[in-house]
């Protein structure tokens, strides 16, 4: 399984970006899949996951209501709309999904449970 992030770059403060991730190797549409991001000097955080075809979605508090997760099937990608940017969302962003369906939601915001990873794509705010 691959992962392939992209979209990062350069944005101002309440301004938006768009970040993709390509997967490849596997029945995409049968996953989860989920956003972290690691700023610098932090331990990496949950951002947001999509679940599998029937796409419900799951939110940081520090993202929801800006961040919106989607997901094209067809296409075997997965997408993170960043709206109203803020200077403290600078981080390298990374896409994964996990080897194992979990049995409930809340397993899905630890970077544990995710087995597979993109390379991360940075996006920097600035203000």
């Known amino acids: 399984v691959q992962l392939q992030a992209s979209g990062g770059g350069l944005a101002q403060g309440g301004g938006s970006l768009r970040l993709s991730c390509v997967v490849s190797g596997r029945t995409f549409r049968a996953w989860p899949m989920a956003w972290f991001r690691q700023a610098p000097g932090k331990e990496r955080e949950f951002v947001g996951v999509?679940?599998?075809?029937?796409?419900?979605?799951l939110y940081a508090d520090s993202v929801k209501g800006r961040f919106a997760i989607s997901r094209d099937n067809a296409r075997n990608t997965v997408f993170l709309n960043m709206n109203s940017l803020k200077p403290e969302d600078t981080a390298v962003y990374y896409c994964?999904?996990?080897?194992?369906?979990?049995?409930?939601?809340?397993?899905?915001?630890?970077?544990?449970?995710?087995?597979?990873w993109g390379q991360g794509t940075l996006v920097t705010v600035s203000s």
């Open positions: 994964a999904t996990p080897a194992q369906i979990p049995s409930t939601w809340d397993v899905l915001a630890s970077s544990a449970f995710y087995n597979y």
């Open positions: 999509i679940r599998w075809s029937a796409g419900g979605t």
